[in-house]
């Protein structure tokens, strides 16, 4: 052992004084992990060499999971069990899913109203274990990179996750083991990593941040003055992105080829792989052929330029919404990072350019950047670099606010203030001798509770009965440096002190997360024996199903009534053996069906084969 | 370490008591307030350094917005003065001033149907703020002639024009929205 014991030149000076901590970026479709290493922050690499772990995870049937290329390789396969993009589910429930994402493979089954889970083979999953695997994957390799245990993680998220999503977020980090140290915005990190902070001569800095990813956009003002970074304003589009280009492109695909309208699902998916790759090849070449089954034609840079105009202008506007919230003049804008694999594409980063007046930076490349910042705060936070004075002001990316009376919400805090942050708001009770009254929590800058995110609703109980009016409802809102949220309400006229502590749904509560902490650590045996359970009744399932159709189709012909009798006796045998929570007892009593149904079907196909000569010709049989 | 929650927004930045604030001043203070006490520099500390680092923050924050709003800053005034407000019962009764925010908002519903829409309402909006400098003028003479009832109407007329410049931010979102 002692052989191997060679340590790296610096690293050998005091290495228990360095803390281990990483950044990582999760994503959508890609996830990174960086660390600080000999001064330098860099993305760590797995066995392969590769940096980009594919936001993918795979539930295999022998309840092993498969994280990255090969879950994503799975993706053709085995749709219905390989989870990708569960970044877009975070925090979401089942109903918004469905309207954020369209036609999606996997089956949901919302539980009592709290956190969404997907069907797989291996049981139903959440979004927050599914996220927690690939977080679970990242940590493995910086550890076995690293060579130890990491003490803090900085997790980046997008500038527009609202509370839920965040919550959901660290809920994943706890369930894979890992200390947060802080959530940060993905726009924030990519300014850290370009160290922007450490252009000392410059105060009262003004940046800018456009990120394009696969899927989504954001945007976000940052200001930077003696090394403290304060976020001024964020804005974007959750659902537009790289993909929407080879949406653009591909549909330009199906026009040209004249073959707009398919709906032949092969076809389209061809167009959408066809239309990635064209974009690509455009950013370094002025036009490129492309092909579509047996059409064949050229695409140039002006027209792909054309196609995905509106979809840039709408980027623009945000930024624009951007610049107004942070209530400055476009020209103060002194830098403007580009982030993300979509700005790749030359005619953004021109009319990115344009728009702010001065060419963006685009050396860092804009997959990595993010992870890379995020190693950087982490390394920070862990107290590695005790001189520095690098600080995060964060502001909440939507305002948060409460119902009241006639569905309308009242702001509590406003979109864009610094956080932390407390604030109280006084309310009163509307009818004499009200003793409770519902709080219900929202999110989102809409004047009507439907527009917006619900996030909480709780009653507070127990007000003393007085007339209407007189009781004072203290309601205090407090979001910590994360972005996350808890509510107290309390009645204060009468001294009486009711507060109740709540945590937005679609998080999971601590004792949930304890129990799948606890559940995924104890022996895998009881795992393997509740989808031997699970199989088993699937089995039993579709034999009962094949009886009863068979059953219903000729039972009166074919059967006698003993045997009928005797077939039914097994068939509820079996349906008893199904509620057991025993698989064998369940595999047991499919056997004995089969069995009892042998007869049966012997006697089936002969009158089948009978059936099926005597509405036929002979001739027929000779062609 | 912790700060001294009875203390005025005032003191805490280390500014004089008066409605004219030096805003490079209160800036400074606050990210030097906040590079103290951000619960990040506590990020490898107990839970209860935490916990102590968020409430203060949590102050600093909430003092520096007050601060710096013009409307805010005016009403923290006043209720150091001991005036009070009540949010639901009070408001102002100066027709004339009742009668130009209804002007302003007849103005705003045409903007759509302008050639330019977005010249339109810069128009406005450039319009709406130079009257709302003009009222925080009006409150410094009634605050600093000591008269703090009529201060308090020009701090009621504010909260009017915030609602306003919240309107027409509103509208040239959506008219950004259809684009």
Redesign the interface.
Known sequence: MALLQISEPGMSTAPHEH?LAVGIDLGTTNSLVAAVRSGEANTLADQNGEHLLPSVVRYLEDGEVVVGSEAQAALGTDLQNTIASAKRFLGRAVGEIKTLSGQLPYKFVEADGSVPQIQTRSGNVTAIEVSSEILKSLKERAESTLGGDL??VVITVPAYFDDAQRQATKDAARLAGLNV??LLNEPTAAAVAYGLDQQTDVDNKIIAIYDLGGGTFDVSLLRL????F?VLSTGGDSALGGDDFDHEVAKWLLNESGQAGSKDEYLLRAAMIEGRRAKEALSDESEVTVSLGDWQGTLSVDVFNGLIEALV??TL?AC??AV?DADIERELIADVVMVGGSTRVPYVRQRVGEFFDKPPLVDIDPDKVVAIGAGIQADL???NKPDS?L???DVIPLSLGLETYGGLVEKVIARN???????AQEFTTFKDSQTAMTIHVLQGERETVEANRSLAKFALRGIPPMVAGAARIKVTF?V??DGLLSVFAEEESTGVKTSVEVKPSYGLSDVEIEGMIRASMENAKEDVEQRRLRESQVDADRSLEALDSAMAADADTLLSEPEKHLLLKARSQLLAAKNSDNADVVKNAIKQLEKAAEFYVARRMDSNIQQAMSGHNITEFES | MSIDFKQSYFELFGLPQQYVVDEGQLASAFRELQATHHPDRFAADSDEDRRIAQQATSFINTAQETLKSPRLRARYLLSLAAVSFDDERDTTSDMMFLMSQMERREQLEQVTNAADPFEAIDEISRDVKKDYKDLQGAFVTSYESDDLEEAKQVVLKLKFFERLMGEIKQLEEKLEDDV
């Open positions: 803390r003490v803090g140290y802080r003055n003696k090394g403290v304060e202008k709408k506007m624009r919404r107004r936070l862990a107290g004075d600080l995060l002001l203030t610094t956080i932390p942050i407390t604030r407090q910590d440096a």
